[in-house]
């Protein structure tokens, strides 16, 4: 189950980076859909390329320490604090902001909280519980 974990947490951590940083260097495919909007469509932001920079960032850190090519010699203890840490970061997505995004949005009758009802917002809820499974297995 442990393998399993790491193996599914290593395939969206890589494709969710990939993606940030093709949009970060251009790439418009699926870019819209994926930014929150008002009622009346309005996006909420425009990320730039810092924003999907860091995000991209911030994936391929994940994938490297649960590749264990990063903290190598971190103790175990602090191993699974930053986990569960990561894991609640991705809890409180899934839960949301109870306006645009998470279970709990307002708004919903956008394309956004369409494809986040379907797509987004479980994928959160999955990274956590993959997470959960790999700080209960060990």
């Not at 994926?34 to 994936?59: R, W």
């Not at 175990?76 to 930053?82: A, F, I």
């Not at 995004?101 to 919903?108: A, I, L, N, P």
Request: charged share 10%; hydrophobic share 55%; proline share 4%.
């Amino acid at each position: 189950m442990l393998q399993l974990s790491k193996i599914l947490l290593t395939i969206i951590f890589f494709g969710i980076g990939v993606i940030h940083f093709y949009w970060a260097f251009g790439g418009l495919w699926a870019k819209r859909l994926a930014i929150p909007t008002t009622q009346e469509g309005a996006p909420l932001f425009d990320p730039g390329l810092g924003s999907c920079v860091i995000i991209g960032l911030f994936f391929s850190v994940l994938l490297l320490i649960n590749q264990k090519e990063l903290l190598r010699s971190l103790p175990l203890l602090y191993e699974r604090v930053l986990w569960a840490i990561i894991a609640l970061v991705f809890l409180a997505r899934a839960i949301g902001d109870f306006q645009y995004v998470g279970f709990f949005k307002y708004v919903k009758h956008t394309t956004f909280a369409y494809l986040d009802n379907l797509y987004y917002t479980p994928l959160c809820l999955l990274i956590f519980a993959l997470i959960v499974v790999k700080l209960a297995v060990r």
